[in-house]
């Protein structure tokens, strides 16, 4: 799952790993994308998962908005990007996640991705450094 900045790179991604199901969002950078809805939805063994870029819930003011907007989805994880910067956090509803940035260097950070498992009655996100 990609959320946002780079559609170029992720699409090069999907054409050569044709087998694998890759989902995307477009992000603020990502001209020409489209009609890429901005914001979508999955459910996945049972649980929701809301994924946004994060740019138009202005996540970099805050979490707010993208919290109302997934809990009006009835989500169970809310995925984002937009800041560059890792984070995880559960509020005892709601899983917020931003996987971080694999640019290397980007806003003094060192490169994250996230890896997100999937259980019945769980939700286990993990941010990797590299």
Do not use: W
């Not at 044709?18 to 992000?27: A, D, F, N, R, T």
């Not at 994308?33 to 138009?56: E, F, P």
């Not at 109302?68 to 559960?90: I, W, Y």
């Amino acid at each position: 799952m990609h959320l946002g900045d780079g559609r170029r790179e992720f699409l090069e991604i999907v054409d050569s790993l044709p087998e694998k199901k890759m989902l995307s969002v477009p992000g603020n950078c990502d001209i020409g994308a489209g009609a890429a809805a901005s914001i979508a939805v999955l459910d996945v063994c049972g649980k929701r998962i809301l994924y946004t870029h994060g740019h138009t819930c202005r996540v970099k003011d805050g979490l707010d908005i993208l919290r109302e907007r997934a809990l009006a989805q009835n989500a169970d994880m809310a995925l984002f990007g937009h800041t560059h910067n890792a984070r995880s956090h559960f509020d005892g509803r709601l899983y917020m996640f931003n996987p971080g940035s694999l640019i290397r260097g980007f806003g003094g950070v060192k490169p994250t991705y996230g890896i997100i498992e999937i259980f019945e009655d769980e939700i286990r996100p993990a941010i990797i450094t590299l």
